[in-house]
């Protein structure tokens, strides 16, 4: 068998499904509906929740900069690619969060990555939460620290293990703010006083959570109030902030450490001007965004309740995202071609993307929708439901 032979993909569930969800052509920008393979779709799967990434604060703030920046600099941050709108972007992330400094990465993915490559050592321990995002669990994998999980959102386990690696030089707690398939939040305050108390250093992915949760926006960590307690925060300007990239927020010695020794910042050419300059509006924009964030929660309970009722087997949630499980992967890949069909777009999630057992279609009632979707989603579920 040659090399290529080996590399082997299992597709029997699509193929069984006579369709594929993964990789479709999208011919539109984000809105009430989108264009994909060339059929108008209501939009479930952005993670745009806020519905700004086609707005005209976001966009006339990107032209500018390419007019004064060209498309890009063509260089890593620690040359040339470091405009001054890097900067204005990392002091403003910093600020929005409480912290001192923060770093900007090409991807929320890469931030993760190199969260841990150089604080955490073979003398070390990390111990994360089970269904953390796989950049968080990968990023520590690729350090030499021992690697501990726990059960989902178990602070009692938790405790046990922080007692039982007392051993270690460092204990590191790593966990999502908001979970991006089971739509709940992490015990941030019960975890930041088992972190004081064990002496642990606490790092934070609110990818999800940033820009929706919290009255002005800031995240789990607003919401929890723990603003000021936690170590660490890495996230995403590209979900509910509309725009492209990631960050690393932090104390200002263990920022500057990472901008001359972390690969993923140090090596990767810097955000294009015209997405940094995005983001910069897009900060402004999230803080006054608290009626879009009122239309978010009122759409998701909308189609909460309008689901549930009917009869779906949905993740407990108290945030604007949530899924329908299913034990059975073919079930979620099917479920997903028929309101493709009828004129839906939702992401099915199925393994290796989650456990055996635990497939399940992920939904964002995005803010962008109005009464008239969420109700015409509903009818098509119970339509589908009832064949």
Known sequence: MGFEDSLKIDKGILEKAKFNPYFMEVQSALGKTVKINHKNLISLGSNDYLGIANSKELKESAKKAIDKYGISMCGTPIVIGYTDLNKILESKIAKFLGFDDSLVFPSGYQANLGAFKFLAGKEDVIIVDEIAHSSVIQGARLCRAKLIKFAHNNTDELEQILKFCKKYRKRFIAVDGLYSTEGDIAS???????AKKYDAFTIVDDA??????????????????VLGKIDMVTGSLGKALGCAGGFIATNSKVAEFFRYFCPPFVYSTALPPSIVAASIASL??????????????????????????IGYNLTESDTPLFSIKSKEAQE??????????KGVYATPFVPPSVPLGSSRLRLIPHAGLGDEEINTVIRIFKDLKSR
């Open 208 to 225: 999800h959570g940033i820009g929706i949760l919290g009255k002005n926006g800031k995240g789990s960590l607003e919401l929890k109030n």
């Open 332 to 341: 979620i890949i099917n479920l997903a071609r028929d309101l493709y069909k």
């Open 188 to 194: 941030l305050d019960i975890i930041s006083e088992l």
């Open 284 to 309: 402004d924009l999230v803080e006054k965004s608290e009626a879009k964030r009122k239309r978010l929660y009122k759409n998701k309970e909308m189609l909460f309740n309008g689901l549930k009722e």
